[in-house]
């Protein structure tokens, strides 16, 4: 991947700004996906990009290898990419980039407070195969014209979806319709 980060400014050496747009140039597939980094700021490494959230964090897990599992999971599923679009463009040529969740709900429940900072990074292979994976797919669904909602995950077809508990069309959904 390639990627540019436009317009940074500010006066905090290590806050590079707010709000900025960049993108991710991907290879495979050929594609470039545009975003709005919440804020960015310099690294160790390279780069953090970051992205506030207001819900509750993705996962409760203790320990951080299970978090990410969680995450990795989420990005298979097509879910979360705007951390890793993140890390490949602030992780273009030699340096590392960082895509960062930041969670902002004062109640996180069961969550460990550690939990509130997901972070991915552009070295990271198993989540770039990941996240690469998924944008391969729902750019092959794209070219074939088709825009559809997905109902069920391949990998648990029973279960009803997260994002169908939030649907504002759910009445109309064909979902459970024996006869579609």
Request: hydrophobic share 40%.
């Amino acid at each position: 991947a390639r990627g540019v980060v436009f317009g940074a400014s500010g006066g905090d050496d290590r806050v590079l700004g707010a709000e900025l747009e960049g993108e991710a140039v991907l290879h495979r597939p050929p594609l470039e996906v545009r975003f709005r980094a919440d804020r960015v700021d310099r690294g160790d490494d390279g780069l953090v990009l970051v992205d506030y959230k207001s819900g509750k964090p993705l996962s409760s897990a203790k320990t951080p290898a299970t978090r990410h599992d969680h995450v990795l999971r989420a990005v298979r599923r097509g879910r979360l990419m705007q951390a890793l679009a993140y890390a490949l463009a602030a992780g273009a040529g030699e340096r590392i980039g960082t895509g960062t969740y930041l969670y902002l709900r004062p109640d996180i429940g069961a969550s460990p407070e550690e939990a509130r900072i997901v972070e991915l990074r552009s070295d990271d292979v198993e989540a770039v195969e990941a996240f690469l994976e998924a944008v391969a797919a729902v750019v092959a669904v794209r070219q074939t014209g088709a825009m559809f909602p997905r109902v069920v995950e391949a990998d648990q077809p029973d279960l009803r979806p997260d994002h169908c508990t939030y649907c504002p069309v759910v009445d109309a959904c064909r979902r459970d319709d024996t006869g579609f």
